[in-house]
T-cell receptor, first 115, second 109 residues
Framework: ETGVTQTPRHLVMGMTNKKSLKCEQHLGHNAMYWYKQSAKKPLELMFVYNFKEQTENNSVPSRFSPECPNSSHLFLHLHTLQPEDSALYLC??????????????FGPGTRLTVL | GQNIDQPTEMTATEGAIVQINCTYQTSGFNGLFWYQQHAGEAPTFLSYNVLDGLEEKGRFSSFLSRSKGYSYLLLKELQMKDSASYLCAVMDSNYQLIWGAGTKLIIKP
């Protein structure tokens, strides 16, 4: 257990569905992240939140919509996804966004399949 | 552009030693991380290097040479549970982590 939980662990959805991924951290951290992990590719940073404020949006398509109501919770709302969006979506948290030795703690991920 | 290179896959024998290399080219440097990721699980932190040299932590050691843009993770006395992917990541000048694609390590009896 890393102190970061994600639900659901697995999700299958059609291209016209709307779904949400949830992440919660119990570590008292101030920064939260969404990553996309595809097979044999580097982790792709999608969004960064620092004290509930979005600080990074790495050119992510608008069909992915993040929400951070407080420093402990992070959501990723999904709509009209494409099959190429199938991947493992990882949530992470860290004490801060900036500063050295900023270890990130990861959740187990949501395995998303888009049909 | 920024780039992290590490081998795609390596195989080693239980009880042996294996070295996983990582080379990087990034905009600035604020440290290098190694993470372990078992299949279907979260990546977990193994080590952090920001100064040149070797950091030892039990059976695992990590080495950094900033002038060469090079690091390695050394795993000794390999156990079957060490079968996993090992991810190298560099923190750039903006404190953003740049990730390698990971090295899948297969341990054989």
């Amino acid at each position: 257990e890393t102190g970061v939980t994600q639900t659901p662990r697995h999700l299958v959805m059609g291209m016209t569905n709307k779904k949400s991924l949830k992440c919660e951290q119990h570590l008292g951290h101030n920064a939260m992240y969404w990553y996309k992990q595809s097979a044999k590719k580097p982790l792709e940073l999608m969004f960064v939140y620092n004290f509930k404020e979005q600080t990074e949006n790495n050119s992510v398509p608008s069909r992915f919509s993040p929400e951070c109501p407080n420093s402990s919770h992070l959501f990723l709302h999904l709509h009209t996804l494409q099959p190429e969006d199938s991947a493992l979506y990882l949530c992470a948290s860290s004490q801060a966004v900036e500063g050295p030795y900023n270890e990130q703690f990861f959740g187990p991920g949501t395995r998303l399949t888009v049909l | 552009g920024q780039n992290i290179d590490q081998p795609t896959e390596m195989t080693a024998t239980e009880g042996a030693i294996v070295q996983i290399n990582c080379t990087y080219q990034t905009s600035g440097f604020n440290g290098l991380f190694w993470y372990q990721q078992h299949a279907g699980e979260a990546p977990t932190f193994l080590s952090y290097n920001v100064l040149d040299g070797l950091e030892e932590k039990g059976r695992f050691s990590s080495f950094l040479s900033r002038s060469k843009g090079y690091s390695y993770l050394l795993l000794k006395e390999l156990q079957m549970k060490d079968s996993a992917s090992y991810l190298c990541a560099v923190m750039d000048s903006n404190y953003q982590l740049i990730w390698g694609a990971g090295t899948k390590l297969i341990i054989k009896p």
